[in-house]
């Protein structure tokens, strides 16, 4: 296949993994999300509030502004606040913006794992008796990939920040760096039906690059959700769910054709 056919064959297999879901009765795996989103915002909102406190508490002893009485002391004080507020609150979007993509695929790992699963049984008919030492393994080999994935990435978009100084090759910049996270977010996604069929990290690495238009596709719609603006993490948690049902099925219709 060609990159723009494969790209297209990455899209069908989107779009029939929104119906797959449904019709085979794998919809609640969305509850996951959901709590996935509950949890991760409660408790990461919780943590930057007291990293608010903390800075405030610091900077008002550092700056003595507690037992200031000159003019102006308490508009300062306010004034403060609500920069630390502001600033804490910002960084917080801010990185899950540029992590949220990992956090969710480290964090929903073992979900993603049986959820590839049970889509290859229902498609093909094949059972792998559940086993918790494989669920395990699949588990942390889920989170090296997502490891490895962001580190390159991270070398990519450093290359991309220099290269974005250049007339005209800065222009593209952006664009390169959004299909590079959607391929690294793809072969995430993908990886765990290659595990089952007893592929090697190297192997899965080779299988990606041959087809980089599938791995692309698969991972496309995850990182168009990532760059909405507040909501972009919480969209991409759904979006994922979806990416793991789609990769299964394209490999599972690329072993048919083979």
């Given at each position: 296949?060609?990159?723009?056919?494969?790209?297209?064959?990455g899209?069908?297999?989107?779009?029939?993994?929104?119906?797959?879901i449904f019709?085979?009765?794998?919809?609640w795996f969305?509850?996951?999300?959901?709590?996935?989103?509950?949890?991760?915002?409660?408790?990461?909102?919780?943590?930057?509030?007291?990293f608010t406190?903390?800075?405030?508490?610091?900077?008002?002893?550092?700056?003595?502004?507690?037992?200031?009485?000159?003019?102006?002391?308490?508009?300062?004080?306010?004034?403060m606040?609500a920069?630390?507020?502001?600033?804490?609150?910002?960084?917080?979007?801010?990185?899950?913006a540029y992590?949220?993509?990992y956090?969710?695929?480290?964090?929903?790992s073992?979900?993603?794992?049986?959820?590839?699963?049970r889509?290859?049984?229902?498609k093909?008919?094949?059972?792998?008796?559940f086993?918790i030492?494989?669920?395990?393994?699949?588990?942390?080999?889920?989170?090296?990939?997502?490891?490895?994935?962001?580190?390159?990435?991270?070398?990519?978009?450093?290359?991309?920040?220099?290269?974005?100084?250049?007339?005209?090759?800065?222009?593209?910049?952006?664009?390169?760096?959004?299909?590079?996270?959607?391929?690294?977010y793809?072969?995430?996604f993908?990886?765990?039906?290659?595990?089952?069929k007893?592929?090697?990290?190297?192997?899965?690495?080779?299988f990606m690059?041959?087809?980089?238009?599938?791995?692309?596709?698969n991972?496309?719609v995850f990182?168009?959700?990532?760059?909405?603006?507040f909501?972009g993490?919480?969209?991409?948690?759904?979006a994922?769910?979806?990416?793991?049902v789609a990769?299964t099925?394209a490999?599972?219709?690329?072993?048919?054709?083979?």
């Amino acid at each position: 296949m060609t990159f723009f056919k494969d790209f297209g064959f990455g899209l069908r297999t989107y779009s029939e993994a929104l119906s797959f879901i449904f019709k085979k009765k794998l919809a609640w795996f969305f509850l996951f999300p959901i709590a996935f989103n509950i949890l991760l915002f409660w408790f990461g909102w919780d943590l930057v509030s007291h990293f608010t406190e903390t800075a405030k508490v610091y900077l008002e002893n550092q700056l003595q502004l507690k037992q200031g009485d000159f003019w102006g002391s308490g508009f300062l004080k306010t004034a403060m606040d609500a920069f630390v507020w502001i600033t804490f609150k910002v960084m917080f979007f801010l990185l899950f913006a540029y992590l949220g993509g990992y956090i969710i695929i480290i964090l929903m790992s073992p979900i993603f794992s049986y959820l590839s699963e049970r889509t290859e049984k229902i498609k093909t008919g094949v059972d792998y008796p559940f086993s918790i030492v494989q669920l395990l393994k699949d588990v942390l080999r889920g989170v090296l990939i997502a490891i490895r994935n962001f580190s390159i990435e991270l070398l990519l978009t450093g290359l991309m920040f220099i290269l974005s100084f250049i007339p005209i090759i800065g222009w593209f910049a952006a664009i390169m760096l959004f299909f590079i996270s959607a391929y690294f977010y793809g072969f995430s996604f993908m990886d765990y039906a290659l595990e089952r069929k007893k592929l090697n990290l190297k192997q899965s690495v080779q299988f990606m690059g041959e087809n980089k238009g599938i791995v692309i596709a698969n991972g496309f719609v995850f990182s168009l959700c990532l760059i909405i603006p507040f909501c972009g993490v919480s969209f991409s948690s759904f979006a994922a769910i979806i990416s793991v049902v789609a990769g299964t099925l394209a490999i599972s219709e690329m072993d048919t054709r083979n």
